[in-house]
């Protein structure tokens, strides 16, 4: 009796300390977007030399001004490149996705061991051995300086990643139901159409939004193949916040690096589901 | 096995259908023609040539390894830099990642909650955004050492000292555990109970199940990670081209940077895809050993 009771106490103690542990982990996590979050309201003399959260006095004006971008581009117009280049660029390589892997799910094609074999080494090819010739090919082709380096690329499936991710799926969706279908008399771009997508939805969305998330906050590429001002994303244009001035207004570099985050956590706030399933099923089932 | 070996017998000739698969691996193979392919052994046969954009191109064989090896101080630099970076954040990640993974695997209230709360970090990986905002907190008086001034230590250069600013944007690819975590942590959940109820009745402890099972049986998603993160992190450029600059006096200044530099800044075309090439090799040794090692400590179920 009194050794049950001491371990029950035991046990809640050990709850206390897990929950405690939790807190701390997760506040050195979290502790740096809060922070920022209010520093988009301070100016540097709140921002520097203090551990204050609060600001003192509000500077609102910051996200005015910053909004305001530099040399007449404003953010309205970053926000919009960033989209026209992010969701087009999200649905090829959903779609290019789809096709390659339904192709290697579903069919018994000559030589398929080996582009499997291809795939498969693709997905660890480092991007920088290629970076070079494809900078002069899209120059070239006069794609330098447009968005087609991004969706050029992801219309013809380049990203291995998402093809693999979509095999795997599509591996675990019995092959009965499309090959009734077949036998029936469906065609194979019927198959897919009807039977396999909306099966594959969950996936196809997860594909989606990690695409979507990996272009958004993309620099390196941006910073590579955009050059005029006009067309720049937010993250470039971030980067060019920083160059504008000769003192450095950091409440409002940080008011717009928060407002570039912002798309991304509201996403994942209202699709974490997928975010944490994508996630948990893509390198599993490897 | 047999059951495959049978049916390769069995099918001798492809239907019609078979055939259609090329229908849709049509874009993917353009792809891999024109943009993997073709840039993969372009980029080898610029190494060995001298080409600036707007120039000519002039064959000058091992001229650019050559001095990329032998002349270019910011070469060995770099190759020693970016190979520091990911020896820091790769197993950090690993470790800190499995650490709370194992640590959260058990019945805890609100799990979803702190699992989405923990990931958050990770979905600003390479985030322009966040690389400012590392590098402001970590500025000479940035909040930073404004915390360490009030338990005594004062003003750290954190950006300024050699040794120390690296480590500085490590933090920041370290703090962003998050999706190995997650990952992690749905490997562990498949892990048969039964096998640490069997282990429990031979009476082993917490370490000889974490050797004997936990890691064996999670090895497989280990590996993947470690070869992505680790393929991943060498190639990294924001954020210490954001963070630091690559400074203090090129102490971050990555082999990413530095084909960034060779590349876009100048444009030496044939020197960057000389470094392009040296990148290459060196990743894929990295993944080289890490597959030759698989063999002792990754266990597929199925076998």
């Known amino acids: 009796m009194a050794k049950s009771t001491g371990t029950a106490v035991r046990r809640r103690d050990g709850r206390i300390i897990d929950y405690l542990i939790i807190l701390v982990i997760g506040l050195v996590l979290l502790y740096p977007i809060i922070w920022m979050l209010f520093s988009t309201f301070k100016d540097n003399g709140q921002i520097f030399g203090s551990t204050r959260l609060l600001p003192t006095q509000w500077h609102f004006e910051n996200y005015v001004e910053g909004w305001k971008g530099s040399s007449r581009v404003s953010y309205t117009q970053f926000f919009i490149n960033t989209f026209v280049m992010v969701i087009p660029t999200t649905l090829l390589t959903v779609a290019s996705a789809c096709l390659t892997a339904y192709a290697f799910a579903r069919f018994d094609f000559p030589l398929k061991k080996l582009l499997f074999t291809v795939l498969i080494a693709l997905l660890m090819m480092p991007g920088a051995v290629v970076i070079i010739p494809r900078y002069l090919l899209y120059n070239q082709f006069r794609w330098v300086d447009s968005y087609m380096p991004f969706y050029i690329p992801a219309a013809l499936a380049c990203n291995s990643f998402f093809t693999y991710m979509l095999i795997q799926f599509l591996r675990g969706i019995p092959r009965d139901l499309d090959e009734s279908a077949y036998m029936d008399g469906c065609g194979t771009f019927r198959t897919l159409w009807q039977i396999l997508l909306p099966l594959m939805k969950p996936a196809l969305f997860s594909a989606g939004l990690f695409q979507f998330l990996w272009t958004y906050n993309d620099y390196f590429n941006s910073l590579i193949f955009i050059s005029t001002q006009k067309k720049y994303p937010i993250s470039l244009a971030l980067r060019m916040s920083l160059d504008s001035e000769s003192v450095v207004n950091w409440g409002k570099v940080m008011a717009m690096a928060f407002v570039a985050v912002l798309p991304v956590m509201l996403l994942f706030f209202a699709a974490q589901k997928y975010f944490v399933e994508g996630i948990a099923t893509t390198g599993l089932k490897g | ?303």
């Not at chain 2, 259908?17 to 052994?41: E, N």
């Not at chain 2, 402890?205 to 090895?219: C, K, V």
């Open chain 2, 1 to 303: 096995m047999m059951f495959r070996s049978a049916q390769a017998v069995r099918k001798q000739r492809y239907t019609r259908r078979d055939y259609q698969a090329f229908l849709y691996l049509l874009p993917w193979l353009a792809g891999i023609l024109v943009l993997q392919l073709y840039p993969f052994i372009s980029s080898l046969v610029y190494s060995f040539h001298d080409y600036t954009v707007g120039g000519k191109m002039d064959f000058i064989g091992l001229d650019n390894y050559v001095k990329l090896f032998t002349r270019d101080r910011d070469f060995w630099n770099s190759l020693k830099i970016t190979f520091e970076f990911a020896l820091y954040t790769v197993p950090g990640k690993i470790v800190l990642a499995l650490a709370v993974a194992i640590f959260l695997n058990r019945n805890i209230r609100g799990i979803n909650a702190i699992r989405t709360a923990y990931y958050i970090p990770s979905l600003f990986g390479g985030s322009i955004a966040i690389a400012l905002l590392w590098r402001l907190m970590f500025m000479d008086n940035g909040i930073i050492n404004s915390m360490l001034a009030t338990i005594g230590v004062t003003n750290v250069h954190f950006l300024g000292t050699r040794g120390v600013a690296l480590r500085v944007v490590c933090a920041l690819e370290i703090w962003q555990f998050g999706s190995s975590m997650v990952m992690f942590l749905a490997a562990l959940k498949n892990v048969p109970r039964s096998l640490y109820e069997a282990a429990e009745i031979d009476g082993a402890g917490w370490w000889n199940r974490f050797f004997h099972i936990t890691l064996p049986q999670i090895s497989p998603i280990l590996f993947f990670t470690l070869l992505n993160q680790t393929i991943q992190e060498f190639q990294n450029y924001t954020s210490p081209a954001i963070i630091t600059g690559g400074g203090p006096r090129k102490s971050t200044y990555v082999m990413g940077m530095f084909l960034y530099q060779e590349g876009f800044s100048y444009f030496h075309m044939g020197y960057a895809s000389a470094i392009s090439w040296v990148e290459f090799i060196a990743i894929l040794v990295l993944t080289l050993i890490i597959f030759g090692t698989s063999k002792l400590w990754v266990h597929y179920g199925d076998e």
